[in-house]
DNA sequence: CCACTTGTGTCATAGTTGTATCATAAGACT
DNA sequence: AGTCTTATGATACAACTATGACACAAGTGG
């Protein structure tokens, strides 16, 4: 989940930002001018990335550019439309992009993931051998098909893939996947790796290593 | 035993890091310029990460990185600090990740073993002869064959490869492996032993210290 | 009620492990 | 040195255990 602020004098357009990001799965925060950004960026310095309104009271955005800048957030300025100038010199301060107003929710969700993807801080996917796997809408693309895995399948698709190459202890696997203690003397564990191996057809990467657990191995 | 290429033309920096890297148990080799660096990868090329810096006297690192890529070898860049455009160029060349300067050397290593992970080497691994014990896949390989071993002949193959040139006390060797109180007139340390032996062709090197147990040898 | 997911049980099989046996080597003792 | 005692090498085998494959029942949510 990705944490964003939006920093926006306009209410109702920082309003309408929240919901719809919300909606869309990220988690923001709003501050209505310069210096309340900047009290909130001191205090809690984990934002994965900002949206920012060059036109605020108090402090500009230009201001706040350069405060944010040594915090190595990425920044996403809204300017007015026409302003030329503004996103020119919005880009040679360091923004990463600009998004002109009025805009469509759709795009600034798809410039946002650009910029989040080009700063590396793109968690959302995982890949191995042919699959995608899209951790925040939960699908699997296998070569571009989409693989319909159940809630279990997925968690230990996931944790698979994530631990690449290391053995998975039974148990371990089993705690972290199904979040409770492992008791022993159980299918479980086995028969969910039986579907995820036949759904992908991965019997050659999903090993075995007798007595300890499974590798995912590539 | 990872071989890494520094790539940085301010010594102070390069030595830093080669001197902490070596110590974190990585064989490290530094270039100073980027004509430096392409020489040296030219001769020998079995490096496992390069540690690049951008800006460089005569050939930068966006150029090397060119050079570097089809060598298949993973690349963290080094970046001033706030550069983050030159971060995303970076990315977008095909870099694993980046560090921005200043950095602690612990984020260094950590970030190292992250890209080494992903790219499929493993970070934690022992070595004998001709032999590599990946502890975390549980791997075994013998000149770059794999050697299938069981459970128990793994544990053993550790402990004896983790206490080289030290007797072993068969009883305390027993203990460590199997987790339980050796019984005394039991075949099994021996058998397997022997099953070690003859896995490896590790004859001349497993010894039997008479009446005591075994030590590696070598 | 239905479709789907999830957990359990059973059987067969394959892989692992301990033990028994005999042969051989090492040390001890006369 | 020769002989005896004990420890280990070597091997085969039996017992054990884990896992794959599958069927089915229980749970879950629309």
Excluded at 43 to 63: A, H, R, T
Excluded at 175 to 184: D, L, R, S, T
């Amino acid at each position: 989940m990705y944490n964003i602020l939006i920093v926006e004098d306009d209410e109702a357009i920082a309003n309408l930002l929240y919901v719809e990001l919300k909606d869309a799965g990220y988690d923001c925060t709003c501050a209505y001018d310069g210096k309340c950004a900047a009290d909130i960026l001191e205090e809690k310095m984990d934002f994965d990335l900002v949206l920012l309104d060059i036109m605020l009271p108090e402090i500009d955005g230009y201001e706040l550019l350069e405060y944010i800048k040594p915090m190595e957030i990425p920044v996403i300025f809204l300017t007015a439309k026409g302003a030329l100038k503004e996103r020119i010199q919005g880009l040679n301060l360091g923004a990463d992009d600009y998004i002109v107003k009025p805009f469509q929710t759709g795009e600034v969700i798809a410039r946002m993931a650009a910029v989040l993807r080009r700063c590396g801080k793109s968690i959302n996917q995982i890949t191995f051998s042919d699959v995608i796997v899209d951790l925040e809408s939960r699908k699997v693309l296998q070569n571009g098909v989409e693989i319909e895995l159940t809630m279990k399948e997925f968690d230990l698709l996931v944790d698979l893939i994530q631990n690449r190459n290391i053995v998975q202890q039974r148990d371990k696997l089993y705690e972290k996947v199904w979040k409770q203690p492992f008791m022993g003397d159980t299918r479980t564990l086995d028969t969910h790796i039986q579907r995820l191996r036949k759904k992908l057809g991965w019997e050659k990467y999903i090993k075995t290593v007798f007595r300890i657990g499974y590798r995912l191995e590539g």
